[in-house]
């Protein structure tokens, strides 16, 4: 199984901040990568797949680059409603395997 | 608007089965896959296997094979999940998740159903 790691496990931030979460595959996995956002309580929600691709109704701040084995995922200006666990996940081959996550809480 | 709404949440004892619904709507039910992912309490998303209600294709993760079985009902647009042999371990928030297109898996989660807690417990 392709094993998905990211850094930092979490992070405090402020309104209008730049953030920026790193995910890396343990093998190649070319672009086949994707964020969601969960908030506690809630199912996830997909931001990002393709690694850069823009899920239709996800703000613009949101922004995914990387190839191969490592990933990122910045947020532009974080808004309120930002704070939240981040998930990768690898859909290159089967199981599907999401990273721990990261948490993005309120300095 | 694309919907997917499940079952309720339930207790079950170790060592029984767990069936979990999962009734779409606002797309056409055979046209996309359909995933289950769980997730253990305070814990990371875990993938278990994917269906397609166009012909019934399924691919389970390794770890549950034997265990799950993954159907669909498309005269209710609707899909279930069953886990047998349940442990302790397997209590969790399970998600539905529309996922791929007709025979094709995507791994690409775009609408997900607000999740079913499974607890076991003796």
């Known amino acids: 199984d392709i094993q998905m790691t990211q850094s930092p496990s979490s992070l405090s931030a402020s309104v209008g901040d730049r953030v920026t979460i790193t995910c890396r595959a343990s093998?190649?996995?070319?672009?086949?990568l994707n964020w969601y956002q969960q908030n506690p309580g809630k199912a996830p929600k997909l931001l990002i797949h393709a690694a850069s691709s823009l899920q239709s109704g996800v703000p613009s701040r949101f922004s995914g680059s990387g190839f191969g084995t490592d990933f990122t995922l910045t947020i532009s200006s974080l808004q309120p409603e930002d704070f939240a666990t981040y998930y990768c996940?690898?859909?290159?081959?089967?199981?599907?395997?999401f990273g721990p996550g990261t948490k993005v809480d309120i300095k | 608007q694309v919907q997917l709404v499940q079952s309720g949440a339930g207790v079950k004892k170790p060592g029984a089965s767990v069936k979990v619904s999962c009734k779409a709507s606002?797309?056409?039910?055979?046209?996309?896959?359909i995933s289950w992912v769980r997730q253990a309490p305070g814990q990371g998303l875990e993938w278990m296997g994917w269906i397609s209600p166009y012909n019934g294709d399924t691919n389970y993760a390794q770890r549950f094979q034997g265990r799950v079985t993954m159907t669909t009902d498309t005269s209710t647009n609707t899909a279930y999940m069953e886990l047998r042999s349940l442990r302790s371990d397997d209590s969790a928030v399970y998600y539905c998740?529309?996922?791929?297109?007709?025979?094709?898996?995507?791994?690409?989660?775009?609408?997900w159903g607000q999740g079913t807690l499974v607890t076991v417990s003796s």
């Open positions: 998740g529309r996922d791929g297109r007709r025979v094709s898996i995507f791994g690409v989660i775009d609408s």
């Open positions: 606002g797309y056409s039910f055979t046209n996309y896959g």
């Open positions: 093998q190649r996995i070319n672009t086949y």
């Open positions: 996940q690898q859909s290159y081959s089967t199981p599907f395997t």
